[in-house]
């Protein structure tokens, strides 16, 4: 057997591995378009960035972040009740404190007693009113934010290292698999060449 035979699935390895780095690289280079001999050639992503824009601001706008699962769970009882023991000391300093201060008469006929009754009074009517009131502002937003917009407007805004940036964070184990499969696959053909030329 030729010892030069050796070479080949190294070679080839090499081949593959070489040919999936420049793919990926590919993907985002060049960012400007360039013409060679009539072909104008730029990375996937730059060139489709305000479609990738688009679908991701659908996506957000549609799957991730709807303003009814905001509503639901901002509404939560377990998550108003959260909120009861600032809005009670609220009331409690303004009875006590600001409403003394503006209106001193006021002080003059109103004691513990009738503070700790008024402040019940308003605390159970604002915990009465609070998911209308949120639900009213959560549909108000709906009416005037436009997430699909934002994110829309915010992905085409990416310059193209920033993009690139994002997508090596979230996938760059996959691109790293993706380059050592083409150097196993390469070298894979490589030892079949070397195979058949033996036999």
Known sequence: MNPMLILIPIISGFIGWVTNW??????FHPQKPIRILGLTIQGIFP????????????????????FDEIKAVITRPENLAGLMPKLE????????????????????FIGDKT??????????EIQQLFPEM???YVDSM?????????V?????AFSGEKLES?????MSKEFRFVEILGGVLGFIIGLLQVLIVYI
């Open 47 to 66: 060139k489709r960035q305000a479609v990738f824009a688009a679908k991701m601001g659908k996506l957000v706008s549609t799957e991730l972040l709807s």
């Open 22 to 27: 420049v793919a990926i690289k590919m993907l």
């Open 89 to 108: 000391a609220a009331i409690d300093r303004f009875l006590r404190e600001k409403l003394t201060t503006v209106m001193p008469m006021i002080s003059m």
């Open 166 to 170: 994002i997508l090596y964070q979230v």
């Open 115 to 124: 503070i700790d009754k008024i402040k019940t009074v308003l605390t159970e």
């Open 142 to 150: 709906k009416d005037n934010l436009d997430l699909e917009k934002i």
């Open 134 to 136: 949120i639900n009213g």
């Open 152 to 156: 829309t407007d915010k992905v085409t």
